[in-house]
Every structure is written in C-alpha cells, then in structure tokens.
C-alpha cells in the first residue's frame, strides 16, 4: 500500500432520534481504532493493537477532549438551524478531518470539511490555508475562522505535522493487521428477473477496490451505479455495484462482473436469487438513506460514517503537540474568541 490516511468523523445529532447526540470515530487505513459517543462518554479502543500500545491516559485524554467538543457540536448544531431557519425535526452537523501520507515518495496532504444535514457547508482549503464554503450561511463562520490567524496556523500545523506523526505512529502499532491482505468473495445477486442485478463485492481488505461490468468482452458503463464502501464487523469492507438491464437483454448478450483487489482480479457470471441466499438480498441491495446508514453503522461500530458522505475534510482549532486528534471547540457565531485548545 503506497498512500496511508487517518481520518475522523464528529457526528451530531439533533431532534427526536434513538441515537447518540454525539459520535466520534477515529479511522487508519479505513480500519476503525477508536470510538467515542455521548451516551457511554468515553473514548475506547476498538482494535487490539490499540488497546495492547496506549494505556489510560491516552483514552483519559481522549475522553476529556471529546467531553467537551460533544458540547461545541451540541452549540454548533443549533446555530446552524438558527441560520437554516429550523426550530425542529432532525438534523445532522459533521465534521471529518484528517491527513494523508504515501510510503513511497513522502508526499503528504491534509484535509477538513464540515457538512450539515449531509450537505457541504465549510472546508479548509489545504494549500491556501484559509475556509471556504459553498452555502450563504457558512459565510460568518468563515470569515471569523479566516480572521483568526492563530487559529489558521494551529490547523496547518496539526495537519502537516502532528497528524502525519500520529499515522506514522498507529501504522507502526498495527503493521501485522493493517498490512494484512484479504480477497474479495463476489457474488452477483437479483431479487428477481425483472430487477437489477448487483455485485456484491465482501470480506476484503484493504479497502481498495474496483468493479467493472463486462458487456459481451467490453467495459459497460450504462445504467449501473457504484455503492458506498462500506465496514463489516471483522473489519474487512464490502462494496456494491448495480445494474440495471432487461432479462431479454441479459439473455442476449454476455454480461460479467470484474472486481480487481490488490493485483488480483475476480471475475463472476452467475447470478443468485433469494432461493440460493441465506441472507436476504434486499438487505444487501436495498436503498440506504442517510438515517439508515447512520443506524445500520452504529451497529458494526461507526457510528456517524456514513451520514456526510464525502471523502474529506475537517475544522478549526488549535492542536496540542502532543494530541493525537485534535479538537473543534469553536461554536459558529461569527463574533466571539475563536477555537481554543483541547487536550
């Protein structure tokens, strides 16, 4: 594996909802090491490689961080409904935040986006330093967090510096299973004739992955849409992709799935129906909204990384050197002192 990343994603939630107002989670290499919510209010391994290389006062200071950061995302979520004109219902307002590194060249990037009922609200524009955002009511913010150049500094040092250090560092406590390599099972699944045909790609690790449909020798593109990468309990991941094709023309031509994983390629022609599946295949192929990610990933442990579903980004604060995660505890309100320092 040539480029390595570590990401983490702050979720908030508000209104009448059986779900944590809170949730962190904390990703190497798109393998969950860390949680954090509102209703247990502590920060707690989620691999062994963790747990046997950090004791308790790193998750000491982890929980206090995220203790107090719950209560800026509490602050947060309800300024934006204020901009947004909302006084119910349920909302979102993520964060997600996190640096790249490439083992080969040394190349490295750094990345923070903030996104409010799964929409872009803020980004930090890496190479200029400064915030950006695509909504009128991300503008008071922006310009505040622009302003404030202490603040500016703080999240391009952690970026380039302190969250590179803590990759590294994690990399090096995992190597045995972040290095570890797994083959896709594949199988193409039809709920019934006239339905769509899917390839349900599983049990593979990394994450990396790519599936092509074949047409008759040919790569074909129309009327097929590509799924969501998403986590399975023993942390290999599971993609999905569809197409949507009549009988007469799956009769007619020759259609195959190709998924390629790590050099190696899988390629399958057959197709299964509900009678061949223990697992029922609308659970697998069904439409997921985003509340329904949301709970079915509270279920295998993210909580919170499917909501905003966008490949990068993060917020403003000033990081500690010695923090491995670096902590939002700025509200929105465009007047006010700025972020300030957490664990």
């Known amino acids: 594996m040539l480029e390595h990343t570590l990401k983490y994603f702050y979720t908030a939630v508000s209104g009448d909802i059986d779900f944590p107002e809170f949730t962190v989670v904390g990703l190497v290499d798109d393998e969950q090491f860390m949680y954090f919510d509102s209703n247990i209010m502590k920060a707690v391994p ?11 006062d790193y998750w000491d200071r982890e929980t206090q961080g995220l203790i107090g950061t719950h209560q800026a995302f509490k602050n947060n979520i309800q300024i934006a ?19 790249e590194w490439d083992d080969q060249t040394g190349t490295t990037n750094g990345f923070r986006q903030e996104g409010y009922d799964g929409e872009d609200f803020l980004s930090l524009d890496f190479k200029e330093i400064r915030w950006i955002t695509p909504v009128q009511q991300g503008f008071p913010s922006a310009q505040k967090w622009n302003n404030d150049r202490a603040n500016l500094k703080g999240n ?32 193409l699944l039809q709920k019934d004739p006239s339905s769509p045909v899917t390839c349900h790609a599983t049990g593979f690790y990394p994450s990396g992955v790519t599936i092509t449909w074949m047409k008759n020798g040919q790569e074909h593109h129309e009327d097929v849409d590509l ?76 909580a919170g990384f499917m909501v905003y579903r966008k490949k990068k980004g993060f917020k403003p604060v000033k990081p500690s050197d010695d923090s491995s995660s670096q902590r939002s505890t700025n509200t929105l309100i465009s007047s006010g002192s700025g972020s300030s320092t957490s664990s």
């Not at 989620?46 to 308790?56: D, F, L, S, V």
């Open 46 to 56: 989620k691999t062994e490689w963790m747990r046997q290389n950090e004791g308790a």
């Open 81 to 99: 409904m204020e901009r947004f004109n909302q006084s119910k219902g349920v909302h979102t307002f993520q964060e997600m935040y996190g640096c």
């Open 156 to 187: 391009k040092n952690y970026l380039s510096t302190v969250c590179i250090e803590w990759l590294k560092k994690y990399l090096e406590y995992g190597k045995s299973s972040l290095q570890k390599t797994v083959s896709p099972q594949v199988s």
């Open 227 to 302: 799924g969501e990468l998403l986590p399975n309990e023993d942390g290999t991941f599971q993609r999905t992709s569809t197409i949507r094709v009549t009988p007469d023309e799956w009769k007619k031509n020759r259609f195959s799935c190709v998924v390629e994983h790590q050099g190696k390629t899988v390629t399958e022609k057959k197709i299964r129906t509900n009678k061949e599946t223990s697992v029922p295949i609308a659970i697998i192929v069904g439409a997921v909204t985003a509340v329904t990610a949301v709970i079915l990933l509270v279920v295998i442990g993210v």
